[in-house]
Structure formats: structure tokens, C-alpha cells
């Protein structure tokens, strides 16, 4: 910003005067003479230095400030010397350096002087800015829309129809004693048409990466609710209890740092509480529940299992590959930062910082088959017929969807190869 470098030039300016630099020079050289000038002296030695430069200065100065190094030139009025300053480099350079380092320092009040001037200057106009930039972003998306239009609209439906399905199921199935399996499940249900939700408004605003990202989290729950419907009560217990261990883990994370956020720490009260919850549960299921999927341990058979564990046990590990590339998206390693869906792999190295109509086609194609696979894995819970001809109605949907988006990416991946 412009605003930064007036302000750095106008102290720069104002210290460099010839008044200042000048009259420095004067008094260091008169020092090294021996000479000290007394603060009147050093006032009426500035004046002089401003009114009329260097080449006529005249300074008054005690018979017992002057020396007999500074009478270079004797003249009739022996009260009037000549001082030599001829070799004033190292001096000034001197100078400088004293400058440069007191100006180093007074960085920080300097960057905190320009940074108030700066939000003072954007909070005026804030509001000009944003409504300059808006109808771009809004174009900007209709632009998006008129490529990916077909694809997302049948997203959009499947998203509509999963939605609905769950209301149903959860007016239908769940009541208050329905048990565990339809409370983890309904709940992990409704998460899943929220997540895809959130897919679907990033792909209409560009945000393939961002989406991918999103997708990663849906196929979780789908392979979460997979696991559940097939282990059954039991696990869905341990499941919606594992909730106790890690609130235990989260509010020692909390009290480790809440200080240093300015947050007041749980009462010795609370902290007792959570870990009372925690060693019931692990005294209850054993120590491998106090891992992070140790609500599956039992189910599985290993004592330790990961999320990879689970997906081999409900056979979705073929998914892994494309799991492992959104999370690409949420982690901030090498492959997340030069790998980027939103642009060509084979075209110049853009950083991309902003939205992109280009690469939809993968977080929009996953979204729909792992929003399908959620519905199979709760309606599998308690079929009926109405409820297996939705999940046939959602499957032809995410096939359509799939061609979608394939289509509109073959589309634009053509066009890009004929311009070329």
C-alpha cells in the first residue's frame, strides 16, 4: 500500500534535514576537538544551519570552548576561527549507523503507528471496496453456474431427497427408547446432508480444493454409518459414550493453554468430573476405549484401530487413493500446497488464491456416491419398501450426477486442449 512508503519516506525525510544531519556533523567534530556546545548553542547552531545553509554559518563560542587544534586559520579578529570539517565522512557515517539502529528499533512502534492509520483509512472505505467486489464475485459465479449449472442442480436434488428421507426416517424410527444404533445413525445421517451441503455451496463458488476437503469428512460418516448398521447396539453405545473420552482429552488440551488465550480454566470441580467420566468408561470397556476409535476396538478385534481399520471392515478401502488426495486440502503438507484441483496439471504454475472453474468434477462426483452410500448404510437399519425405493431413486440420481460432471470436465478439458 502506497500509504506505507509516504510515511517511511516522510521520517526518513525528516530526520535526514540538512539542519539535523548538519548540525550533528558540527557538534561531533567540535567534540572530538574537545569542544562540547551547550544546548543554547546547539539551538542557535540549527537556526543558522536552516535560515542559511552551511557556507555562511556563524556559531559564538566561549574563549574556553576553543582549542588550539581548531584554529586552522588565524585572522585580525582572533575571536573568530575557522572549524574544518573537511573530513567529515566518517562522521556522518558514524551518524548514519547511530540512525539506523535507534530507526530499527522504533520499527515496531512505527509498523503499529502505520497499522492504525491503515485500518483507520479501510474502515472508511470498507464499504466501497466491498460493493466494487461483490457483483465480480456474483459474476463470477453465474460464469461458474452457466459451465457446471446441470451437474450441480442434480447434486442439489440428490441433496434435496436425502434430506427429506432422513426427516422421515427420524418422524418413523426414532423415538426416545429406539435405542443407540438410530440415535448415533440419525445423527451421523443428518451430518452427512449438512457436509454435502456444504460441498455443494463451494462448488457453485469455485472452490474445488475446498470442497474435496469437505468430501473427506462425508466419506467418513458414510463409512461410520456403514460400520455401525453392520456391528450393531452394542457399538453404537460405545460409540455416542466415546463422546466422555474425548471431551476428557479436549478439556486438558483447554487447560493446558487456556491462559495463554485469556480464557478462565475449568474449576478443579470440572476437571474432576471428566476424568471421572473417562476412567468409568475405560474401567468399564478396558483400556484400548480411551483411544481415539476405541469405540470400534471390540467390534473389530484390534486394540488400537484407525479410521483405516474400519474402512476395510465395511469394504470402502478401495476409496482410500481418493480419500488420501482430499486430504491433501486439509493438511498443510508439500502435495496439499503444489497439487491444486482448481488448476490445469499440465499448464503454467498459478497460484491459485481465489475461486476457479475447474476441477468440479471430483469433489462433485464423490459427494454423490458417498451421500448415497450414507442413505443405503441408514435405511439398511430398518427397510421397508418405501424406503428402498428412495435409496433406487438416489442411486440413478448420483449415475446422472456422476455423467454430469464428467461431462461439463471432458467439456472444458477439450476446450483447453483445442486452444492450446
Known amino acids: 500500500m502506497r500509504i506505507i512508503q509516504d510515511l517511511l519516506e516522510k521520517t526518513l525525510k525528516n530526520q535526514f534535514t540538512l539542519e539535523k544531519m548538519g548540525a550533528k556533523v558540527i557538534e561531533r567534530r567540535l567534540e572530538q576537538l574537545g569542544v562540547n556546545l551547550t544546548e543554547d548553542q546547539k539551538t542557535k547552531l540549527r537556526a543558522e544551519l536552516s535560515k542559511g545553509g552551511i557556507d555562511n554559518l556563524s556559531l559564538s563560542l566561549n574563549d574556553s570552548q576553543i582549542t588550539p587544534e581548531m ?63 461483490r457483483p465480480y464475485t456474483r459474476k463470477y459465479e453465474s460464469f461458474i453456474t452457466s459451465r457446471w ?113 485469556g480464557y478462565e480454566p475449568f474449576t478443579e470441580k470440572e476437571m474432576n468430573q471428566f476424568k471421572m467420566d473417562r476412567d468409568r468408561l475405560v474401567a468399564q470397556f478396558g483400556k484400548c476405549f480411551a483411544e481415539e476409535y476405541g469405540w470400534a476396538a471390540t467390534s473389530i478385534g484390534i486394540k488400537r484401530p484407525c479410521f483405516r481399520d474400519i474402512e476395510n471392515q465395511v469394504e470402502l478401502a478401495h476409496l482410500r487413493p481418493f480419500y488420501k488426495m482430499a486430504s491433501h486440502n486439509v493438511h498443510a503438507n508439500p502435495k496439499g500446497v503444489i497439487f491444486k484441483l482448481g488448476v490445469f496439471s499440465d499448464g503454467p504454475d498459478v497460484l491459485l488464491a481465489g475461486p476457479s472453474p475447474l476441477g468440479l468434477a471430483d469433489p462433485g462426483q464423490w459427494t454423490a456416491i458417498s451421500l ?39 467439456s472444458i478439458e477439450n476446450e483447453a486442449a483445442t486452444n492450446k
Open 71 to 133: 584554529l586552522v586559520k588565524q585572522t585580525k579578529d582572533s575571536s573568530r576561527v575557522v572549524l574544518d570539517i573537511g573530513d567529515a565522512e566518517p562522521v556522518v557515517n558514524e551518524i548514519a549507523e547511530q540512525f539506523l539502529a535507534q530507526f530499527t528499533k522504533a520499527i515496531p512502534d512505527m509498523a503499529s503507528e502505520i497499522g492504525g492509520v491503515i485500518t483507520c483509512d479501510l474502515n472508511n472505505k470498507v464499504k466501497a471496496m466491498l460493493r466494487r467486489r
Open 149 to 261: 449449472g446441470s451437474a450441480f442442480d442434480l447434486l442439489e436434488t440428490m441433496i434435496v431427497i436425502a434430506t427429506e428421507a432422513g426427516e422421515d426416517f427420524n418422524e418413523e424410527v426414532r423415538r426416545e427408547d429406539s435405542g443407540n444404533l438410530i440415535e448415533a445413525t440419525i445423527r451421523l445421517y443428518a451430518r452427512a446432508c449438512q457436509v454435502a451441503n456444504e460441498v455443494l455451496t463451494l462448488l457453485k463458488s469455485g472452490y474445488a480444493d475446498g470442497a474435496h476437503a469437505r468430501w473427506r469428512c462425508l466419506h467418513e460418516i458414510a463409512v461410520v454409518l456403514f460400520f455401525l448398521a453392520s456391528s450393531g447396539e452394542e457399538t453404537a453405545k460405545r460409540y455416542l459414550l466415546h463422546d466422555r473420552i474425548e471431551s476428557y482429552k479436549a478439556a486438558r488440551l483447554y487447560q493446558e493453554h487456556c491462559e495463554r488465550l
Open 372 to 410: 448415497l452410500q450414507a442413505t443405503i448404510a441408514l435405511i439398511s437399519i430398518e427397510p421397508n419398501m418405501d424406503r428402498l425405493v428412495i435409496c433406487d431413486v438416489m442411486r440413478r440420481f448420483s449415475t446422472e450426477t456422476e455423467n454430469a460432471f464428467m461431462a461439463v470436465h471432458q
